[in-house]
């Protein structure tokens, strides 16, 4: 077991410094064949206590489970698209109208067998309305967006009940003004309908446009190319005949009459921000502000466990990456603890899932061509023992003194934290290289993710010379545009 072998090492290192440990220390330490107790597999039960019954638009409950052991019990959700739990509190927080299903789990120690799953079904309810934000009055052939807002979170869809006066996007609410008059346009959410009406005026003169508003860029479909969206111009009382983005520094152009508009880059879009102006038969008016590539995407990594099957280490999250900046935001996910859960494995597992929500941890590598970034559990870095030094938490800090928690030898003293390290390419749907795979890792010092002392990890041997705590190795990691 890898585990056997990182804890001797550790002892080891300790020894060389002149460190004596005390039998407590050692036992503590001990996890491999004779050194620590005798697995007795007791029986144990799960009682439940009855779900709770959140009212309409009531966001979250708290369920509750003990364990006959007196153990502690770990929730997980698995209806995640209805809600998620926090694991070891119970908070459930509902994320739409349905049937969240909620298990507890309570994984045995070296005396007690792992508990059968119970599971309680809560049904959240949240009220369905349809509003529309306040949109400025329009003078002939503006173009603006307008925007309606479903509580449940359906998809909105918008139409023109005013064709003659103007049309407009269908999925983005791009408005075009077409005619003096009242322009209405409906929106629609499942069955329900909402409708904005917006005056159209002549305009007081006739000149360029105005600089385009509420511009936004994204990573595009096709690889090397941006999406550039326009969310108002005005027009200068004549028709716009077309939009110019230009790149900054400057080297890419893209021209369209309609937004979005997709620009190709000649290689990586990365490091260049746009602009946008737009024209009509009077000429071409001022540059819209600088506006960064920003994209949304998600991430799912996984770690092979050998000593765990059918459950593997997942990392599932999602972030925002600036590639004009080449910084990644709000890296947020769930990590699995492959110790706990049933005979299935993912997507269909049992397995404890951990809320990791707290970015912490971010910095370039122009050698692999990416960006690093790594989201705890805690609000800190805290994870492995700085007994021998070290920063606390990353990758090679673990595989140095084995996995060992922070804050060893005191149990009190560990913080129980958990982190996911990805890594986002500078074209970040492009497939990792091996070597871009060995430097993924993952660590677990929460209770689900222990072995006495030893926290699960996940390294492998090219990456930092080492297999995790119990053999554990990145095998993958596939990003997607959310």
Known sequence: MGNCMHITRIYISKMRLGVTLSALTIATLGGCGGEGPAIQANPQTISFAAAPT?????????????????LPVRYTSITRSVCSVESSTGVVTGLKSGTCTIAANQPGNTQYAPAPQVTRDISFSFS????????????????????????????????SDSPAVCTVAGDTGLVTALATGNCAIAASAGALQATQSIAVSSPAAITVPGAPTGVSAT???????????????????RPITG???????????????????????????AGYAFTVTAANDVGSGPSSAVTDVITRYKVLETFHEPDTQP????????FTLNSTTGTISGLHGIL?????????????????????????????????GGTFAAVFKNANTN??????????????????????????PTAANNPGNSYALIFVPDNPLTTLTQAQINKLAYADCAPGGMMGAVCMTGTSVAGYGSVGTMSGYPVSQVITRQ
């Open 54 to 70: 959140p009212s309409v638009d009531q966001t979250n409950v708290t369920v509750s489970a003990t364990a006959s052991s007196g």
């Open 128 to 159: 369905h309305t349809l509003i529309f934000a306040p949109v400025p009055p329009l003078s002939l052939y503006d173009r603006a967006t307008v925007t309606a807002v479903d509580s449940s979170g359906l998809t909105v869809t918008y139409a």
């Open 219 to 237: 990573a595009g479909d096709a690889a090397n190319s941006i999406k550039v969206s326009i969310g108002g111009t005005v027009s200068g009382g």
């Open 243 to 269: 939009y110019t983005v230009n790149s900054i520094p400057i080297g890419i152009t893209g021209t369209g009459s309609i937004s979005p508009i997709t620009v190709t880059c000649p290689s990586s879009c």
């Open 311 to 318: 459950n593997d280490s997942i990392f599932i999250g999602s």
């Open 336 to 368: 699995s603890e492959s110790m706990t859960g049933g005979s299935t494995g993912y997507p269909n597992d049992s397995m404890t899932w951990l809320s990791l929500n707290n970015q912490l941890v971010s910095w370039h590598d122009s050698t692999l």
């Open 383 to 408: 994870t492995f023992s700085t007994m021998l030094g070290g920063d606390g938490w990353s990758p090679q800090a673990g595989v140095d003194v084995g996995g060992i928690y922070y804050g060893f």
